[in-house]
């Protein structure tokens, strides 16, 4: 026997039938919408999180491109170049937030490459050359006509130089200091590189001058100490070369021939690194 409702007349099971299909198509629709809600909402955070790196990169860039443009003179004039190439890598690499696909299967594939971008190889090598222009910058005001007294204390720091001397106005045995074009001061130094058994005029730093370990020749400008080691360079290789020499930032290097070629070059090495090392 058929059972109806009272109110339509319409037999049960077909009332049970189309409730069933009714919640089947609600479900597939629910199944579906919170699907997409999904793969909405993963890649909408994928999203937040390149931004977050982004962001991140381009403050390592911006930090790099204020001392690449900065006024201050580096010691290291390789170094603009390296920059330079180092923000145009970051430029490159730079993935910007794409337009969300349609489907779950190309949403999903988006999440995926998103979530995959990785800076930090960039960011590390953009700060590391913000911390070398930054050093290079402080060598390079340390070494640009620096007082007579830092000179001094650093060259005494040296290992092999066991004595210094300023000269003076009086005593200056070139007649440069203070004078146009000539240095601001001048630290003769002792080297017990030296062979004990050189023969010198005198028994002071001074009086042996350069061949008794070597001297350094500050400078007021750049030129002036290019100018002064230009002229030393003259006599290179020839019987009045006093030994091997050098220019950083504004002062001259001059060490004594009368060492063996290694220990001269040592010497220079050693000096730059002492002139250089950050206060």
Known sequence: MLQYSIEAGIPMKSITKILKGTLAVILLICVTSCGKNQAKINFEEAVTSLEAKNQELDSAVTDLKILLESEDKLLDMALPEQSAALIKNADAVKVLPPEMGKGDEVIAGQVSE???????????????????????????????????????????????????????????????????????????????????????KGTSALEKGTPGGGCLEVYASPEDAESRNAYLSTFDGRIFAAGKHAVIGTVVIRVSGEMKEQDQELMIQRLIEALTAPE
Do not use: H, W
């Open 114 to 200: 998103l979530n995959a971008v990785d800076y930090s190889t960039v960011i590390t090598e953009l700060k590391e050359m913000a911390e070398n222009m930054q050093t290079s910058i402080q060598q390079r005001k340390l070494v640009t006509n620096p007082p007579e007294e830092q000179v001094m204390y650093r060259i005494l720091t040296i290992e092999n130089i066991t004595a210094a001397e300023a000269v003076t106005e009086g005593s200056d045995p070139n007649g440069m200091l203070n004078k146009p074009g000539g240095y601001t001061s001048a630290i003769f130094f002792e080297c017990d590189l030296v062979p004990a058994t050189t023969q010198f």
